[in-house]
């Protein structure tokens, strides 16, 4: 179901929290609305989801603008409090988080690697602003290598996920994850297609989405706050998969589709101590 952008916040976030608190040309709300939308098109209902968040701008500027069931998390731990509730709600409800590249590959990169080792039945949406700008603009470990922040004035140096062939889809995927994907805010309907397949596998989803953070990485990386700019010089680096120039650095599109092809946290653990309680025995 095609849905206008009016339509979208009249039906699934609070208005209140419209607009948020993010600056002026943050990209985060263009990414929030990729995920609101694909949600709509799938014909999922406020009731159907629980919506987590974390901390930082990613978690800040999401927090409660979901209309339904919803929570935040320690940093890092978001992840931690999913499985559980995995295990407690009805395997029908959907639960989507948003988080930060911090949040997910900094201090929570543990906790999210156990969720998709267990394929745990969610899906974290990675809303990358290219470093820790929430605290002002400090590199973090998806930073390009060679950007200016408040950390590195003389260029980001220090080896990352994102540096030297390394990718942070290859440990997920490692780990287990049933479905990886990665855009940026400017991909648009090509996102929506990518999180409605990353929601509707029974298993751990995660959908890594850099956007143009104009106050912080733009300007000291940039040298202005022009939101134009910052639009442009991340779509310059992106590329789809297969077709990835020298210079890119995001390869965009589904990195990895193994939906359905693994038993899901809760349904497995559910099973098995049934199991244990017919037969004394797994
Ligand atoms: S600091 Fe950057 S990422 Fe955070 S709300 Fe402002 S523009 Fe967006």
Not at 5 to 31: Q, V
Request: with cysteine; charged share 20%.
């Amino acid at each position: 179901m095609e849905y206008k952008a009016s339509e979208i916040t009249a039906k699934y976030l609070r208005s209140r929290k419209i607009p948020s608190t993010a600056c002026s040309g943050c990209g985060l709300g263009m990414n929030h609305k990729v995920v609101v939308q694909a949600i709509g098109e799938l014909g999922i209902e406020v009731a159907d989801v629980v919506w987590g968040t974390s901390i930082g701008c990613a978690g800040r500027q999401t927090f409660a603008t979901w209309k339904g069931d919803g929570f935040a998390g320690t940093h890092g731990r978001v992840y931690a409090i999913a499985r559980g509730l995995r295990i407690a709600l009805p395997p029908e409800k959907k639960i989507i988080l948003t988080v930060g590249d911090g949040d997910a590959f900094g201090i929570g990169l543990m906790h999210l690697i156990h969720a998709a080792r267990s394929n745990a039945d969610m899906t974290v949406i990675v809303n990358d602003n290219l470093g820790y700008q929430s605290t002002g603009g400090q590199y973090g470990w998806t930073t390009p290598q060679g950007s200016h922040t408040d950390s590195s004035p003389y260029g980001m140096f220090e080896h990352n996920l994102m540096s030297d062939g390394m990718d942070v889809m290859h440990i997920l995927k490692g780990a287990g994850a049933t479905f990886l994907a990665r855009h940026v805010a400017m991909d648009g309907a090509r996102a929506v297609e990518t999180v409605k397949k990353a929601i509707e596998n029974k298993g751990f989803s995660l959908v890594h989405m850099p956007y143009p953070c104009p106050t912080n990485f733009g300007s000291r990386e940039l040298g202005s706050r022009n939101q134009v700019n910052i639009y442009k010089w991340i779509e310059k680096q992106a590329a789809p998969l297969g077709q990835e120039k020298e210079d890119t650095v995001w390869a965009t599109g589904i990195w990895h589709d193994a939906s359905n092809s693994r038993p899901e946290f809760s349904e497995f653990v559910h099973e098995t101590l049934e199991k244990i309680r017919r037969t004394g025995s797994i």
